[in-house]
């Protein structure tokens, strides 16, 4: 079944029912200021840190009808006296509405519904310069004129969202609401009792409260065997206007808007914010109650993504590929870059997550071309959690910058750091350098982790000294085999062996590392670091080849007893799809082994919904070899598709110039292919989930942990610099496509270096790869990449074939 569409000319895709498969979910604001907001109104919102300072209670696990942080409600009084109740979002009350759409923005949602006559409109979003949750909400009635009153909702949480959840009575006990009137102004107030000189949370319309209600029980009605789908407060005139000293805190706010005639439409602004008092927020909220202020801030909205969104602009004869890379992808980098694994339907913040340094350094991957600032300020700030030995600190809060190892800890006779972390920053800087040339980012100063007893650091170094350290801990960090150590695990979290263990992919993420710094070294002069990692590369090359070839792939681990995992006598785990497209990525695998890994994975890990990460499945827990093996075959990392893994095969086929298996590859992930097959995927089609359940699963194909994956930003890296292969470089843009066959003609629109370049490729002959002919405005050009030109606007034609 089909539960809404793509439209790409308002870059929505637009829900058409609320009965998705599961909650599916969009961004507002930032990390900053902002949250995620489902397809029935509920909101989570928090301000710079979803753990700990929440301000909307959203509990993910409870099923998809309950009420989550924020509402509405809409009534008439019928002849009888009594009252028709619903709400627009159609949770929580439930009740069938005659239309229904959420149309999924560019960081807005808006639904639009009609129940009765009533038909409303509701946008929801933060204001690029503001900290506050707006609802922009039009009511129209298309029916008999009838008196209408809108009721907006926020359940407020404690600021720390797992103290919510464990402490019942000193969480009601300390938390408080308090409504302050001035004239036609009520902002209901909220704050924790030990926050009140530091953050208050407010809750107000611009329309005038007729009444109020803060506390839950008074709302709900009938010492709460009143619900969320039928306040009992709700059947009377006006509200309670409770202000609890104590208790479960919400913000009710009655709103008259008086007779709607047919035909009439009214507009009602509602806001939730944070501020460090209300006289601090009182501006915001007088701007915010001017419709003219809302419809700027949204217009504003939207030309950043315009702006954001024009730095590559793409037509192929695939639309949905088109829709990805065009908007959805890019998208969803931003969002990866925003919230790392800091929050989603999935996750809760810190201590669960927070910023990852693995994680974040590929995210900025995803937007590195179109906001190199901003990702250099979180590069820097990744590059500060990296310790004086080289190693890096796997997690932080950027709040407190204290960083975590995370799961390591728990496991006490286990390394305390991962083989690979530190290693992503090294693509991270690279990419930096790539896109804007800028290699005084070399020179800059940036601590290192470790801190004396005050709390000072230890050291400082430059950029260049951090990436050299970055090599260099991998480099004196092998075990038996000369193989890079695994630490607690490596991008695998889940493959989790004792103290010894070496790691394959380290060892093929480390000859990338040193490839990306070769033409850096190059440019910044370092020609002896040059040499001595160019020896490294080599050595690490036949270490691979000489004791990681199984016969038709690599293995991936070499356990801390050098026995072989990810071979073909394993019983489970024969074969990891990260051990085949590493060495082609890094370069170290002939073309034969190429050939025959790749090939391999093809034959042995794809399915018709993804490459899964390896097979077959661990049936059964196994403490030695540790996370994978809580799962049921067919399941994240223990034989499920883990998205994050395939555009490194999308990658590895285009290095091999098979343009059709890569795009192959492309399609069977892409979310907005799964359209036509929700009831099976499940999860939202206009991002990509982190994990599809695989071929030994029964739930085949069912995706789940939408947003926030490193699948992001690697296929977009893959689709844009490599299917259709335009590459910044050090010194130029490179044009090297690999396309499928059947596409004979694609056109690019890149910004790059302060030019524009309108790229046509045209492929006549039904190649895959190889440009033989580059042209910019008519003149030929050696080779396959544009130089640096001054800037302007370029037309450019590269031929595949004749
Ligand atoms: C999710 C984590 O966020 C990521 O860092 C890791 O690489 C994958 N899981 C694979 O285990």
């Known amino acids: 079944m089909r539960y809404g569409y793509f439209n790409d000319e308002h870059r929505e895709y637009r829900i058409t029912t609320p009965f998705t498969p599961i909650k599916w979910c969009n961004y507002v604001g930032t990390l900053a200021f902002g949250g995620i907001v489902d397809q029935t109104g509920g909101a989570l919102i928090c301000k710079g840190d979803p753990a700990l300072n929440r301000i909307s209670k959203y509990i993910s696990q409870m099923p998809a009808s309950d009420f989550k942080g924020t509402t509405l409600y809409i009534r008439w009084q019928k002849p009888d006296g009594t009252y028709e109740i619903y709400s627009p979002f159609f949770t929580p009350t439930l009740k069938d509405l005659d239309r229904y759409e959420c149309q999924v923005g560019l960081s807005y949602s808006r639904f639009v519904s009609e129940y009765q006559g009533i038909r409303t409109e509701i946008t929801v979003f933060v204001p690029r310069d503001g900290e506050v949750f707006l609802q922009d909400i039009v009511v129209e009635n298309l029916g008999a004129a009838r008196s209408i009153d809108v009721i907006p909702v926020v359940e407020f949480t404690h600021f720390d969202a797992l103290k919510q959840l464990t402490n019942a009575d000193w969480v009601p006990q300390t938390m408080t609401l308090k409504a302050h009137r001035q004239g036609d102004l009520c902002v209901l107030e909220q704050y924790a009792f030990m926050k009140r000189d530091t953050a208050v949370n407010y809750f107000t319309a611009n329309r005038p409260v007729t009444s109020f209600d803060g506390d839950r029980k008074a709302f709900l009605g009938r010492h709460e065997y009143g619900s969320w789908q039928k306040p009992l407060s709700l059947e009377a005139p006006e509200l309670n206007n409770s202000e609890p000293l104590r208790g479960d805190n919400i913000g009710a706010l009655m709103l008259h808007l008086g007779e709607l005639k047919t035909g009439d439409r009214q507009r009602v602004i509602v806001q939730l914010g944070q501020a460090a008092s209300l006289n601090e927020a009182a501006?915001?909220?007088e701007k915010y109650r001017d419709e003219a202020a809302v419809d700027r801030a949204f217009a504003e909205l939207g030309e950043f993504w315009q702006s954001?969104?024009?730095?590559?602009?793409?037509?192929?004869?695939?639309?949905?590929?088109?829709?990805?890379?065009?908007?959805?992808?890019p998208r969803q980098c931003h969002?990866?870059?925003?919230?790392?694994?800091?929050?989603?339907?999935?996750?809760?913040?810190?201590?669960?997550?927070?910023?990852?340094?693995?994680?974040?350094?590929q995210d900025l991957l995803g937007v590195m071309s179109h906001m190199p600032e901003e990702a250099l300020e979180l590069a820097l700030k990744l590059l500060s959690m990296q310790k004086r030995n080289g190693s890096a600190m796997h997690q932080f809060n950027p709040l407190t910058m204290e960083g975590s190892q995370g799961d390591s800890l728990e496991e006490p006779d286990r390394p305390k750091y991962y083989g690979d972390d530190h290693l992503w920053i090294v693509y991270t800087m690279a990419a930096y350098i790539k896109e804007t040339g800028d290699l005084s980012v070399l020179d800059r100063k940036v601590p290192f982790y470790d801190k004396d007893p005050q709390g000072r650091p230890l050291e400082e170094g430059?950029?260049?000294?951090?990436?050299?350290?970055?090599?260099?801990?991998?480099?004196?960090?092998?075990?038996?085999?000369?193989?890079?150590?695994?630490?607690?695990?490596?991008?695998?979290?889940?493959?989790?062996?004792?103290?010894?263990a070496e790691s394959l992919m380290v060892a093929n993420q480390f000859g990338k590392a040193i490839l990306e710094l070769i033409p850096i070294c190059d440019?910044?002069?370092?020609?002896?670091?040059?040499?001595?990692?160019?020896?490294?590369?080599?050595?690490?090359?036949?270490?691979?080849?000489?004791?990681?070839?199984?016969?038709?792939?690599y293995v991936r681990w070499f356990d801390h007893e050098g026995r072989k995992i990810g071979t073909a006598a394993n019983q489970a785990g024969k074969i990891w799809v990260n051990g085949q497209s590493w060495p082609v990525i890094s370069g170290f695998a002939s073309e034969e082994k190429r050939d025959t890994a790749l090939d391999s994975v093809y034959s042995l890990l794809n399915t018709k919904y993804g490459i899964k990460l390896s097979a077959p499945g661990y049936n059964g827990f196994d403490p030695v070899i540790g996370g994978?093996?809580?799962?049921?075959?067919g399941a994240k990392e223990n034989g499920g598709i883990f998205l994050?893994?395939?555009?490194?095969?999308?990658?590895?086929?285009?290095?091999?110039?098979?343009?059709?298996?890569?795009?192959?590859?492309?399609?069977?992930?892409?979310p907005a292919q799964k359209n036509d097959i929700l009831d099976i995927f499940e999860s939202e089609p206009y991002c990509y989930p982190q994990n599809i359940l695989g071929n030994e699963h029964p739930q085949f194909g069912m995706g789940r942990n939408a947003w926030l994956s490193g699948t992001a930003s690697w296929t977009y890296i893959?689709?844009?610099?490599?299917?259709?292969?335009i590459r910044p470089e050090l010194d130029g843009l490179t044009i090297d496509p690999c396309l499928p066959k059947a596409w004979d003609r694609v056109t690019v629109e890149r910004r790059f270096r302060g030019s524009v370049f309108s790229i046509t490729i045209l492929n006549p002959d039904q190649k895959m790869k190889g440009v033989t002919s580059l042209l910019v405005d008519g003149k030929k050009i050696e080779g396959n990449r544009i130089p640096l030109l001054p800037a302007g606007h370029y037309r450019v034609e590269a031929y595949i074939g004749r």
């Open 462 to 500: 430059s950029v260049w000294e951090h990436l050299v350290r970055a090599i260099e801990f991998t480099w004196s960090d092998r075990g038996r085999h000369g193989l890079p150590l695994l630490g607690f695990a490596d991008w695998n979290d889940t493959v989790n062996l004792p103290k010894g």
């Open 308 to 329: 954001y969104l024009s730095l590559l602009q793409v037509a192929t004869p695939s639309d949905s590929f088109n829709t990805m890379v065009n908007i959805h992808n």
């Open 523 to 553: 440019a910044y002069d370092k020609a002896d670091f040059k040499a001595k990692i160019m020896g490294y590369y080599e050595s690490m090359r036949s270490i691979v080849n000489d004791t990681a070839w199984d016969g038709a792939w």
């Open 628 to 633: 994978v093996t809580t799962y049921p075959p």
């Open 644 to 670: 994050h893994a395939n555009p490194w095969m999308m990658i590895a086929e285009t290095m091999r110039g098979n343009g059709d298996r890569a795009f192959e590859y492309y399609n069977q992930i892409n």
């Open 335 to 361: 969002t990866t870059k925003n919230w790392s694994r800091y929050l989603s339907l999935y996750q809760l913040g810190y201590g669960a997550r927070g910023i990852g340094f693995r994680d974040s350094s």
């Open 718 to 725: 893959a689709a844009t610099q490599h299917i259709l292969g």
């Open 283 to 285: 501006p915001s909220i």
